[in-house]
């Protein structure tokens, strides 16, 4: 299922080391996202991990004059958009190399979460604009990796790539292995997350989310202090 590629013997090695990371680090990133979206949908009855139901939504609610639900709505596309924003800002690239900015983005989606918890407690609207936010931040961190698109926070185009593999697969067209595992990974991820998400709320309530933030949290710090050790080890040697 490798096609063959014309690359140095360097370029294979980092390959082969960083891709372990990639699929395990883009699963969980699925994971938190299927969870999220889950905990919200159960409380909120409104999805925040991906745009196209809402902005679909919205056109409803205008041609309905539905203001309280246009507000909402509204606020979660906004969200969603600004955590982007803030990815790009903090990150400055769609092309995926690990360094310690995502650990900070991580940290801040923990952050954001947190807040989010907080505010679901007295039923505020604000707390799905801050999930949204979160999950914005969070899809928009790595666009692309070696020419795949990274999505962590809905399976359309998940589901889209993993059909168009097997497809070219059937009709004897080399594909890379790598990219069918890593999407599956996504794939498998974001539907347990979600499993994890409907089991949590069923038993905590919105106090669920909490999880999600601290997962998010200690993942960014792993990240973070992982590679400073890293650096703080080349810049002695």
Request: charge should be positive.
């Given at each position: 299922?490798?096609?063959?590629?014309?690359?140095?013997?360097?370029?294979?090695?980092?390959?082969?080391?960083?891709?372990p990371?990639?699929?395990?680090?883009?699963?969980f990133?699925?994971?938190?996202?299927?969870?999220?979206?889950?905990?919200?949908?159960?409380?909120?009855?409104?999805?925040?991990?991906?745009?196209?139901?809402?902005?679909?939504?919205?056109?409803?609610?205008?041609?309905?004059?539905?203001?309280?639900?246009l507000?909402?709505?509204?606020?979660?596309?906004?969200?969603?958009?600004?955590?982007?924003?803030?990815?790009?800002?903090?990150?400055?690239?769609?092309?995926?190399?690990?360094?310690?900015?995502y650990g900070?983005?991580?940290?801040?989606?923990?952050?954001?979460?947190?807040?989010?918890?907080?505010?679901?407690?007295?039923?505020?609207?604000?707390?799905?604009?801050?999930?949204?936010?979160?999950?914005?931040?969070?899809?928009?961190?790595?666009?692309?990796?070696?020419?795949?698109?990274?999505?962590?926070?809905?399976?359309?185009?998940?589901?889209?790539?993993?059909?168009?593999?097997?497809?070219?697969?059937?009709?004897?067209?080399?594909?890379?292995?790598?990219?069918?595992?890593?999407?599956?990974?996504?794939?498998?991820?974001?539907?347990?997350?979600?499993?994890?998400?409907?089991?949590?709320?069923?038993?905590?309530?919105?106090?669920?989310?909490?999880?999600?933030?601290?997962?998010?949290?200690?993942?960014?710090?792993?990240?973070?202090?992982?590679?400073?050790?890293?650096?703080?080890?080349?810049?002695?040697?």
């Amino acid at each position: 299922m490798n096609a063959p590629e014309n690359q140095s013997p360097a370029d294979v090695f980092q390959q082969h080391t960083e891709r372990p990371w990639i699929i395990s680090g883009g699963a969980f990133l699925a994971l938190l996202a299927g969870y999220i979206n889950v905990v919200m949908l159960g409380f909120f009855k409104v999805p925040v991990s991906h745009m196209s139901g809402a902005v679909s939504q919205l056109g409803i609610d205008i041609a309905a004059l539905d203001q309280h639900d246009l507000v909402l709505v509204g606020s979660i596309v906004l969200g969603f958009f600004a955590g982007a924003f803030l990815s790009g800002l903090l990150i400055g690239s769609t092309h995926f190399k690990m360094t310690r900015r995502y650990g900070v983005a991580l940290m801040l989606q923990g952050g954001l979460l947190s807040i989010a918890s907080v505010a679901a407690q007295s039923d505020s609207n604000l707390s799905v604009t801050l999930a949204a936010t979160a999950c914005g931040l969070q899809n928009a961190m790595a666009s692309s990796y070696r020419g795949l698109i990274l999505r962590t926070t809905h399976v359309t185009g998940i589901v889209t790539d993993l059909g168009a593999l097997l497809g070219n697969r059937w009709r004897d067209r080399s594909i890379q292995g790598w990219k069918f595992g890593l999407l599956l990974s996504l794939l498998l991820g974001f539907f347990v997350g979600g499993l994890l998400g409907a089991l949590s709320y069923t038993a905590l309530g919105m106090t669920a989310l909490t999880f999600a933030a601290l997962a998010s949290f200690l993942a960014g710090s792993a990240v973070w202090l992982r590679l400073q050790w890293l650096r703080g080890g080349e810049l002695r040697h």
